[in-house]
């Protein structure tokens, strides 16, 4: 473990995100890329030395808002993001993770997507097709004004095709993935709450048989909206726990630590598909939970590289992973 403290703004979650970076090429805290570069600068650059038994890595990546990033490894130039993700994992605990249980549909199949290509790289193919393809569907919807004539129908009968031959794949790959997640999801909520409770995950779908049969009869309402009503992109996971909704139901407190057991099951299911352990990025975590939900949280950490930040008092339970005294406003492990 490598605990990093210092004053809010210091610039600890920012060392985490370019972490993130290397991984991911995304920022976990949705930053624009602008954001990612210093004030007057006009570019950023990430430069990240990955070890893995003993085979090192450099991976340089030189951000500009201007243009797409230019990303090295072993200054040779990569241009798919899969090559990243192959190279360097990570699993992110941060304070804004309840938006996982109480915000949208969307941050939780954002949550579910991540884990996909964490897990099976190749996957990230699939879920750029299918943004592709959804955009091109939209434009087409937009640009149609709510009228349908036989050059629009034939063209919205092609991107339908495409739409539900890598949409279902999309879809069934995450029900796949819901029930890997589930027994180790409730495993982990037990023993941060103390308590029997079970995790239940629901996928709640769109659309019922075919994506493409969906598709067809909502195309008069796709029309009408300019917009792509059903989908993989409309689906949502439903969680819950001792089957009350985790999103209306459970308090705060026990929110906080289903998004915890979220983050350990999904960390669980990318090692478990890929043979390397992801590296834990806790991010200022601990300032949101009581005493015992920390102490339970380490107890449950799984084994292997974790970057702790903090602004505060480091829990107890952190100082028994560490070999050698904490200093403020040091690197240590």
């Known amino acids: 473990m490598t605990v990093i403290?210092?004053?809010n703004g210091a610039g600890k979650t920012s060392l985490l995100e370019a972490i993130g970076y290397v991984a991911t090429q995304q920022s976990f805290r949705r930053s624009p890329r602008e954001a990612?570069?210093?004030?007057?600068?006009?570019?950023?650059i990430i430069r990240a030395e990955v070890t893995e038994n003993a085979h090192k890595q450099l991976i340089e990546i030189e951000i500009d808002p201007t243009?797409?990033?230019?990303?090295?490894?072993?200054?040779?130039?990569?241009?798919?993001?899969?090559?990243?993700?192959?190279?360097?994992?990570?699993?992110?605990?941060?304070?804004?993770?309840l938006v996982l249980v109480k915000e949208g549909p969307s941050e939780r199949r954002q949550y579910l997507d991540e884990i996909l290509v964490a897990a099976h790289p190749k996957l990230l193919l699939i879920q750029q097709k299918m943004e592709k393809v959804l955009r091109q569907r939209n434009v087409v919807l937009k640009q149609s004004n709510g009228r349908l004539n036989a050059e629009i129908g034939s063209t919205l009968d092609v991107?339908?095709?495409q739409l539900s031959e890598v949409g279902e794949q999309l879809v069934l790959a995450r029900k796949e993935l819901i029930e890997e997640l589930g027994p180790r999801a409730t495993d982990a909520f037990q023993q941060l709450t103390r308590s029997p409770s079970n995790l239940r995950f629901e996928y709640l779908s769109s659309y019922q048989g075919s994506l493409n049969t969906a598709l067809a009869r909502s195309r008069s309402d796709d029309l009408r909206r300019g917009?792509?009503?059903?989908?993989?992109?409309?689906?949502?996971l439903l969680i819950f726990a001792a089957d009350l909704d985790a999103r209306t139901r459970l308090s705060?407190?026990?929110?906080?630590?289903?998004?915890?057991a979220l983050r350990l099951a999904a960390h669980d299911v990318v090692t478990k598909y890929t043979g390397t352990t992801p590296v834990l990025l806790l991010d200022d975590v601990f300032s949101e939970l009581d005493e015992p939900t920390?102490?339970?949280l380490?107890?449950?950490?799984?084994?292997?590289?974790?970057?702790?930040?903090t602004a505060g008092v480091l829990p107890a339970k952190a100082k028994a992973h560490l070999s050698v005294s904490l200093h403020e406003g040091m690197f240590v492990g």
Request: aromatic share 4%; charged share 30%; net charge neutral.
């Open 67 to 97: 243009r797409r990033d230019v990303v090295q490894r072993n200054r040779q130039r990569i241009m798919r993001a899969q090559q990243l993700s192959e190279t360097l994992r990570v699993t992110v605990f941060t304070p804004d993770d």
């Open 36 to 44: 990612l570069v210093r004030n007057a600068a006009t570019s950023a």
């Open 5 to 7: 403290t210092g004053e």
């Open 227 to 236: 917009v792509s009503t059903v989908g993989p992109h409309r689906d949502d």
């Open 159 to 161: 991107w339908d095709y």
């Open 252 to 260: 705060q407190g026990r929110q906080r630590a289903v998004t915890l």
């Open 294 to 296: 920390s102490d339970a």
């Open 298 to 309: 380490f107890e449950e950490l799984p084994p292997g590289q974790t970057l702790l930040t």
